[in-house]
């Protein structure tokens, strides 16, 4: 199927690993020029040299701290005409609500929560001017299957699946879409660390973590690429007539309501 995004401009953030780097290597199979944005400058010049040899298409790094509203504003600024913003940056810290501070809270939605909220915020008003443009977030299934060993992640995640749905719900009237994808556990150095918190307030061991993992839909977490295929289809003018709405790609785990059998409380987030 050829998905029309040839000579499109991608935004990502987030980009230097994991689900970020595998949909910029899925939008540039598709011809697509980049814009990465993540904290660490090496990890994007290796990404950069890798996409522009293997692929041939202009790749533009931004190496900064996206939990600063300051450098959000600036990296819209720099990136004003791209086409397609794909948030994904975000790290909320795991653990149930006696374990977290508020310092941790407000770290954790600095970069996500509220990161996604201004670059869209400030990509939206570009992308409206020109009457054009598409924004996918990257949100996570705990979102929708609320865990109270994640409760920052559920909160800060079911907050950004309504901003994605009271954004898109009107977006198209401007000639923008705005969607989202909610990924269950993705094999990631994210899971890991996230399977590892959960192994030891289920086990007191954090070395069992990859028990969960055979209690997965399948017997397995999610591929990366998997997660970057659906971001790229959404993107796409395939799926020109979808907005305010939000995909879950997590195997059914929402829909069993738990993503390991060991009682009501026993949802992985993401």
């Not at 499109?8 to 689900?19: E, P, Q, R």
């Not at 950004?160 to 990631?188: C, E, I, Q, W």
Request: aromatic share 6%; hydrophobic share 40%; net charge neutral.
């Amino acid at each position: 199927m050829k998905l029309g995004l040839e000579g499109k401009s991608v935004l990502i953030t987030g980009a230097s690993k994991g689900i970020g780097l595998a949909t910029a290597r899925a939008f540039a199979e598709e011809g697509c020029s980049l814009h990465l944005a993540a904290r660490s400058e090496d990890q994007l010049e290796s990404a950069r040299a890798d996409l522009s040899r293997e692929y041939g298409v202009a790749v533009s790094i931004h190496p900064l701290d996206l939990s600063v509203s300051g450098n959000m504003v600036a990296l819209a600024r720099e990136c004003s005409t791209a086409d397609i913003l794909v948030n994904n940056a975000g790290e909320v810290p795991a653990g149930p609500i006696e374990a977290l501070s508020e310092a941790d809270w407000r770290r954790g939605y600095d970069l996500k929560l509220f990161g996604y909220i201004n670059l869209t915020r400030e990509m939206y008003l570009h992308m409206k001017q020109r009457r054009g443009g598409v924004i996918v977030n990257d949100i996570g299934n705990s979102g929708e299957n609320w865990d109270y060993n994640y409760i920052a992640g559920s909160t800060g995640n079911a907050a950004l699946m309504a901003f994605t749905k009271a954004l898109g719900g009107a977006s198209l009237d401007y000639g923008v879409r705005v969607v989202g994808v909610n990924p269950g556990p993705v094999n990631t150095e994210r899971m890991v660390k996230i399977n590892k918190r959960r192994s030891l307030d289920l086990y007191g061991d954090d070395s069992r973590w990859k028990e969960l993992c055979r209690s997965f839909p399948g017997g397995r977490a999610a591929e990366a690429n998997e997660v970057a295929d659906l971001i790229v289809f959404l993107a796409s003018p395939r799926a020109a007539y979808i907005s305010g709405t939000v995909v879950t790609i997590d195997g059914g785990i929402a829909s069993r309501g738990s993503v390991i059998k060991l009682g009501a409380n026993a949802n992985a987030p993401v």
